[in-house]
């Protein structure tokens, strides 16, 4: 008599124990409170300082002081910075996932490339000079390049190696074409020159309802990947045993990173680091459930963000540091660490 396993293990996970599940799941719950936080310091902190009371009052009442005015400023950059950095998180567990590689990150694909290179274009050949245009086009060149890796790394036939090589290969070429035209192209190198470095100064209400449709698309496809990214963690053969559809869980998965990625950096700019710390840190304590680890990203990835953005706002008054500069100042260090650890281990 045959018995038919448990969903757990046909996804590729152990169930976990009672009391650790009760963990992770207090564990969440603290990391949405610290998100809370975190947003509310990014709406009170700025050039002017606001008190809690002010935030409230400016969140929850009629608008028409001064602080509310501010308020109403500062809440469009914190709504796009837990829209992005959820984004990235998601998108570099999906890639850490999809290449099996803990250090992968949304640049390995060349998605930030083609975004970037598709803004100068935009810039210097169309005359583009608007955040909405930057917007399009920025998302347009990253569909463009997460296809054609897609399509360079065997498609159908895809494999992690594949990909990854792939990705790396036209990020390098993009990147050349990046310098070399701004490089000929001074008025390209002052407008390029802010949004390369990623910001969320420039967030409006009108870059959050054109973004916001790929990415709640983005994060319903990426966590509905869990289950069959945990089945492929196991290795392709005991994928298939466990009835996991190898070629559709990638190609899904290459498309949910790209749009989730695409979308964040059309809005922000390239932001380095955030895809690829939040997932490998949150993956030390949740183990490798990507049930687990895509919430928590989800979760973490905005704290990292708006907490970088605070950083940047606090150390320069009155001026500011973009949070694209602020994360790589604090995630070079970190990802050395990461490096180090991980060889370490191997050794």
């Known amino acids: 008599m045959l018995v038919e396993s448990p969903p757990e293990q046909r996804a590729g996970t152990a169930p976990a124990p009672p009391k650790r599940r009760a963990v992770r799941a207090f564990g969440l719950v603290l990391s949405v409170v610290i998100l809370v936080l975190v947003a509310l310091a990014s709406i009170a902190i700025g050039a002017k300082e606001l008190s ?18 501010v308020v109403a400023e500062r809440l469009s950059r914190t709504v796009l910075g837990l829209l992005a950095g959820a984004a ?11 290449t099996r ?4 990150d949304p640049g390995l694909l060349g998605i930030n490339a083609g975004a970037s290179a598709a803004v100068v274009t935009a810039i210097t050949y169309f005359g583009v000079t608007s955040l909405t245009g930057y917007v399009w086009f920025a998302f347009l060149g990253a569909a463009a390049v997460g296809a054609l890796v897609w399509f360079l790394g065997g498609s159908r036939g895809a494999t992690p190696v594949r990909l990854a090589l792939a990705g790396t290969a036209i990020s390098a070429a993009l990147y050349g074409y990046l310098q070399a035209v701004m490089i ?17 100064s420039s967030a409006t209400d009108a870059t959050i309802e054109q973004v916001l449709p ?4 983005g994060f319903v496809l990426a966590l509905a990947l869990a289950r069959p990214l945990n089945a492929m963690s196991m290795g392709d053969d005991t994928a298939r045993a466990l009835g996991a559809n190898l070629n559709r869980t990638r190609a899904l998965s290459m498309l949910a990173a790209t749009v ?12 380095v680091f955030v895809g690829l710390m939040v997932p490998h840190v949150v993956r030390s304590f949740t183990g490798p ?12 990835s905005p704290v990292l963000l708006l907490g970088a953005d605070v950083i940047g706002r606090m150390v320069a008054r009155p001026a500011e540091l973009q949070v694209g500069i602020v994360t790589a100042v604090l995630g070079g260090p970190v990802f050395i660490f990461l490096v180090r650890r991980r060889r370490t281990a191997q050794l």
């Open 52 to 69: 809690l009371a002010q935030v409230w009052h400016g969140l929850f009442e009629d608008a028409g002081t001064y602080g509310d005015v």
């Open 88 to 98: 990235l998180g998601l998108a570099g567990a999906v890639l850490q996932a999809l």
């Open 101 to 104: 590689n803990p250090l992968a």
């Open 184 to 200: 000929m192209d001074e008025a390209a190198l002052g407008k390029m020159r802010f949004w390369t470095v990623g910001s969320l």
């Open 214 to 217: 790929f990415l709640l698309a």
């Open 260 to 271: 989730l990625c695409g979308a964040a950096t059309a809005a922000c700019g390239p932001i």
């Open 289 to 300: 459930d990507l049930r687990w680890i895509l919430p928590y990203a989800a979760v973490l």
